[in-house]
């Protein structure tokens, strides 16, 4: 997209189920009318066409931990690697994203250094960003990850095909911004 248009990309971050406890906890159990299979699979299909993997998952991962280490890496100038590689961690290869050890590999494949951010995660240095980042979102009517601002158009809330932004983005490049949320089907 950063190709095709003029775009400046800030990653906030949002935690969805803060009340998830340290260790995770089953979809099954938060969700029981879900179908993991189903719901995973359709994401699957989505991403398939830009070469986005998802594997279906039984657990929903307290992400706290892995949303500072973000705030970390974006404060080194590696939000985008961190955030490719915990992604990956997560969707593709169904880990614990709320397990330190798979954070610091995550971490170390974007070239942190794991030393520095074990001890920011240990004393919490990123904490408060993440809770006040997600209490103002949910002042601002925010219940969904992702979420997309483009000002000027309004949100495009949830995995949406690609289309959807290329259309967002060529209404607003082309002076015909909407200021309705978008919430396509």
Known sequence: MKKNFSIEDDWIPFEIHPETPRHGVLLADTFPDL??????????????DMNIRFAPQTLLSN?????????????????????????????????DIGDQAVILEAAGKAQLDTSELHRALTQGRYTNAVIQATANARQQGIRVAPTFFIPGHGNIVGAQPLSTFVQALQAVEQGRPSVQPLFPG
């Open 63 to 95: 992400s706290r931990a892995a949303l500072e280490a973000g705030e970390f890496a974006k404060a080194r100038g590696h939000h985008h690697e961190f955030h490719a590689e915990i992604f990956r961690a997560y969707f593709t290869d169904g880990r």
């Open 35 to 48: 179908d993991p299979c189903e719901f995973f699979g359709d994401l699957d299909a989505k991403g398939r």
